[in-house]
């Protein structure tokens, strides 16, 4: 199977939008590859990281805002699967200057699903898009970093230079609009603001104002008033 795939990347990709292919994005395409699929293929003015079944596969790492009026352009005629992975749990590997690995640590960041809002607060409008689905698949990945000494200060200059999933831990399918209310608890009042619903899920008010105001443009919630200062927002 693994040469089958070998052989169509290089068969349908003919040179085209792979050159600066990060090993993150490559890896996730990889799972959704069968023997089937039309890999790299143009369509029109756009190249679609996988068709099978006649459903198009987009896999974008980071960024939705880049790729939102390509979306919208072929889901005009067709059913497109957005596919993103949220690490949920990392390992630094760092490398120096030659390549040469010479450390690999835990990261202490872990991603969680609230965090597609990240993504999606710059494209609600996705959301209402009849032929969009969207796939999160929460993963163990690497990040590979190379002391070099042109990267952030931060990161004691080295530079982030690729990715690299490890794992798919777990996939969060959404088929339709109404996918989205997972994200507001049963027990949630009537009447909320984006503190309830921070302390509904767990997670910061931060997050929270992201999904209220991706749900809000998606036209899942509504503004529904005040409580002194702070919005409320209602089903």
């Known amino acids: 199977m693994e040469e089958l795939i070998s052989k169509k990347l290089v068969k349908d990709r003919r040179g085209i939008g792979t050159n600066n292919e990060k090993a993150l994005h490559s890896d996730i395409k990889k799972l959704y590859i069968d023997e089937d699929s039309k890999v790299e293929y143009k369509v029109g003015c756009y190249i679609i990281d996988v068709i099978k079944e006649d459903t198009f596969y987009e896999i974008q790492t980071k960024n939705f805002y880049a790729i939102g009026k390509k979306l919208r352009d072929i889901m ?6 957005l596919v993103h992975p949220i690490a949920v749990e990392k390992y630094i590997v760092t490398q120096d200057k030659d390549g040469q690995v010479i450390s690999r640590r835990k990261s202490p960041k872990k991603g969680v699903l609230e965090d597609i809002f990240h993504e999606l607060v710059s494209t609600p409008y996705l959301l209402r898009e009849k032929n969009f689905k969207l796939e999160v698949l929460m993963t163990i990945e690497e990040e590979i970093r190379k002391n070099d000494g042109k990267g952030s200060w931060r990161r004691k200059g080295s530079s982030i230079i690729d990715r690299r999933l490890v794992e798919v831990v777990e996939k969060h399918i959404f088929n339709s609009i109404e996918d989205f209310n997972r994200f507001l608890p049963r027990d949630l009042p009537e009447y909320f ?43």
Do not use: F, M, Q, W
């Open 76 to 81: 005009e005629d067709t059913s497109v699967v």
């Open 193 to 235: 603001t984006n503190k309830d619903l921070a302390a509904a899920l767990n997670i910061p008010v931060t997050k929270v104002r992201k999904i209220t105001y991706t749900l809000k443009n998606a036209e899942v919630i509504k503004e529904c008033g005040k409580r002194g200062r702070e919005l409320l927002y209602c089903r």
